[in-house]
């Protein structure tokens, strides 16, 4: 009981403002963005006729694809500027002084992502009859050049390349947020009380009680430790201050940090495997397990910091009663490994790939600092344990429990283990990140993506949707896309902001 009034008091100063925080900041973000189809209504109007053929063309395409429904929800699209997409990261460049190279290097990146959507929808509307992606590619240069060289599209696109929260801010005042988030906070900390306690574990109690199985990585050739350091400082990185990899160098540094999964396993559903369309739903094969691997990137103390992300997929989380909240077909595990300036892990944290059980391994010294949400009842990042440091040629281990698939450990590698063993192909996408999730085969030469529009997979709905849904989170426990990954259900919060490690850590 005074638990649950201090969580009311906290809530009434922190809640509150957070509510009125994240209106404000959609707003915000809602009236930026409108101010970048003025330009385009400008530029149409004094444009060339093959500028306004190329975005006739545009239009063309991004109507077939509605029209399909194969829309791929990964990046946002850029208001006034069809050729353009940006996610959180590139969004986070609009505060820095956009001038010269610069510029031009965040419009490239801003092009690519849109590019590697077009190839995916492309991709998965078959045979459609449509503008080519080389025919687009050619008016995206073109219009590049037509439209920036102006001043006013320049500032139109910085005002413009936003993304919004993925909170729909309409549930939250419907669902009188700051009063039913007080009862999901106490839930959270019900959680915690639940799943923390095997940190504190030894690994041979951990381990006593069902047979575990390890899923390793493929071949042996991790890179060292000073290997690793020189391919870094070889790296040239671009006007932005991001590290540019080949494509061997990404695989190489992919290879030497994915983590050895070792899985309780007491059933099917906690056999790892490769998600995959049959007919219209989505199974996943245990046959050849591999894990889904890509680079993302993280600002921390002014510097850009590559982070290598893995994916394990399961089946399911199985019910456990008729009414379990949580249970559902399809389940997926995402750990991330932030490197140094230098390659070496700075931290690692994990979810699941609702969003959910988002936990943070700091590497000392690196260390949690005070953030505002440790003062009310928000989720603020949550250590269980700091990480080890590894020795040369040791692995990272993920415990993963049975049914829930919950972290429940973490170590370094420590020699032979009992029980079954996989070894599992690192999957990264041959054109686009996580290619094969995005363009999945269908049969007859079809493809489709295993997530909707709206970047969820609709088939691993959960229970809890009906009952979280005042928190303002789409279909709360179902698996969905990266760049759509909301980690607090009280609190704003999402797995790919860049500075998230930065405000939380030093």
């Not at 902001?497 to 405000?503: G, I, N, T």
């Amino acid at each position: 009981m005074n638990e649950a009034r201090r969580s009311f008091k906290s809530a009434a100063t922190g809640l509150l403002w957070l509510f009125l925080g994240v209106g404000a900041s959609v707003t915000a973000c809602s009236t930026t963005g409108s101010l970048a189809p003025n330009w385009r209504q400008q530029s149409f109007a004094r444009g060339s006729d093959e500028d306004k053929a190329c975005l006739a063309d545009f239009k063309a395409f991004d109507a077939a694809v509605k029209r399909a429904g194969v829309r791929d929800g990964e990046a946002a699209r850029v208001r006034g500027f069809p050729y353009l997409k940006v996610n959180r990261f590139l969004a986070s460049f609009r505060k820095d002084d956009l001038e010269g190279k610069a510029f031009d290097v965040w419009v490239q990146h801003m092009r690519a992502l849109d590019a590697q959507a077009r190839f995916v929808e492309a991709s998965n509307l078959g045979g459609a009859e449509l503008p080519s992606l080389v025919h687009l590619d050619e008016c995206a240069a073109l219009l590049i050049q037509s439209d920036l060289t102006h001043t006013e599209a320049r500032a139109g696109l910085i005002r413009a390349a936003t993304v919004m929260p993925s909170y729909n801010l309409g549930k939250r005042l419907s669902g009188f947020y700051p009063l039913t988030s007080i009862g999901v906070a106490l839930g959270y900390r019900g959680w915690q009380k639940e799943a923390l306690p095997s940190f504190s574990q030894s690994l041979e109690s951990l381990e006593a009680e069902n047979p575990w199985t390890s899923y390793r990585p493929t071949g042996t050739s991790a890179l060292s430790h000073s290997q690793v350091a020189a391919l870094m400082r070889a790296a040239p990185r671009d006007a932005l201050g991001i590290p540019q990899f080949e494509r061997q160098d990404l695989n190489a540094l992919l290879q030497t940090f994915a983590p050895i999964w070792r899985v309780e396993t007491t059933g099917a559903y906690d056999r790892a495997g490769a998600p995959a369309w049959r007919g219209s739903e989505i199974v996943v094969d245990p046959s050849h397990p591999p894990v889904f691997a890509r680079l993302s990137y993280t600002r921390f103390g002014g510097a850009v910091l590559p982070q290598l992300v893995y994916m394990i997929w399961f089946p399911e989380r199985p019910k456990q009663s008729r009414f379990d909240l949580l249970g559902g077909p399809l389940d997926a595990v995402v750990w991330r490994v932030t490197l140094n300036a230098d390659g070496q892990p700075l931290i690692y944290d994990s979810m699941h790939a609702c969003g959910c059980y988002h936990m943070f391994f700091p590497v000392p010294p690196l260390s949690r600092k005070p953030m505002p949400e440790d003062q009310d009842a928000r989720e603020s990042a949550l250590v269980p344990i700091s990480a080890p440091v590894l020795g040369p040629g040791q692995r990272m281990v993920v415990r993963l429990a049975t049914v829930s698939h919950y972290v429940s450990s973490v170590s370094g590698e420590r020699g032979q283990t009992e029980g079954a063993s996989f070894a599992y192909n690192i999957v990264a996408g041959a054109r686009v990140p996580d290619q094969v999730l995005r363009i999945a085969p269908t049969g007859a030469g079809r493809s489709r993506s295993l997530y909707g529009e709206n970047g969820i997979i609709r088939q691993s709905a959960r229970l809890e949707r009906f009952t979280l849904w005042p928190m303002g989170i789409d279909s709360p426990g179902a698996m969905r896309q990266w760049g759509t990954h909301a980690t607090a259900f009280v609190g704003l919060r999402h797995f790919d902001d860049p500075y998230l490690m930065q405000e939380a850590f030093h």
